[in-house]
T-cell receptor, first 113, second 119 residues
Framework: AQSVSQHNHHVILSEAASLELGCNYS??????LFWYVQYPGQHLQLLLK??????LVKGIKGFEAEFIKSKFSFNLRKPSVQWSDTAEYFC???????????FGTGTQLKVEL | DGGITQSPKYLFRKEGQNVTLSCEQN?????MYWYRQDPGQGLRLIYY???????QKGDIAEGYSVSREKKESFPLTVTSAQKNPTAFYLC??????????????????FGAGTRLSVL
């Protein structure tokens, strides 16, 4: 069965620090990868996605993620975080042409001023 | 204003009671989903439906039931058989699953959620 792992459960950073959140998936076939974000009191929204092509994908608000097939990873990065990036971040995966998503357990990011 | 509407925002369930959570979308999406979110466990799929009058169990379907009589509506009933119903419930929708170039369209969009508590 497919699974998604997020190893950082809680991350605390100061403003302007760089961010990297880890995501690993366990599936050997074609996989679609997503990062969703849930800001306090708001609904879950898509940050970025990977289906195929360039393994470095750029999303909203300066976030990017790199798909490394050999490492089964899809880590999320941002060079300089802001206080407004405080949120919970979820990595998710689906297989082939299907829509059924498997989510990681989430990473709670707190950015301090 | 297109989107996914979940109601109510907060819901309380008494012992032995069934409660129904509403999810409506006006995005003309074929597929709809219900997830349960618990702290430290991420989102887990309860049920999903790819077309009207059809639905499949997800990973944690026990104690829940759904119906899909209309394309825009996918209500979730939390039955008395669900012994630990306290959670945040999220509804999502997407275009139908596809292959090739159509995969690019298959992104799930989420509602604002319903928080269910037990009295």
């Amino acid at each position: 069965a497919q699974s998604v792992s997020q190893h950082n459960h809680h991350v605390i950073l100061s403003e302007a620090a760089s961010l990297e959140l880890g995501c690993n998936y366990s599936y050997g076939g074609t996989v679609n990868l997503f990062w969703y974000v849930q800001y306090p009191g708001q609904h879950l929204q898509l940050l970025l996605k990977y289906f195929s092509g360039d393994p470095l994908v750029k999303g909203i608000k300066g976030f990017e993620a790199e798909f490394i097939k050999s490492k089964f990873s899809f880590n999320l990065r941002k060079p300089s975080v802001q206080w407004s990036d405080t949120a919970e971040y979820f990595c998710a995966a689906s297989t082939g042409g299907g829509n059924k998503l498997t989510f990681g357990t989430g990473t709670q990011l707190k950015v301090e001023l | 204003d297109g989107g996914i509407t979940q109601s109510p925002k907060y819901l309380f369930r008494k012992e032995g009671q069934n409660v129904t959570l509403s999810c409506e979308q006006n995005l003309n999406h074929d597929a709809m989903y219900w997830y349960r979110q618990d702290p430290g466990q991420g989102l887990r799929l309860i049920y999903y439906s790819q077309i009207v009058n059809d639905f499949q169990k997800g990973d944690i379907a026990e104690g829940y039931s759904v119906s899909r009589e209309k394309k825009e509506s996918f209500p979730l009933t939390v039955t008395s058989a669900q012994k630990n119903p306290t959670a945040f419930y999220l509804c999502a929708s997407s275009r139908e699953p596809g292959q090739g170039i159509r995969r690019a369209k298959n992104i799930q969009y989420f509602g604002a959620g319903t928080r269910l508590s037990v009295l």
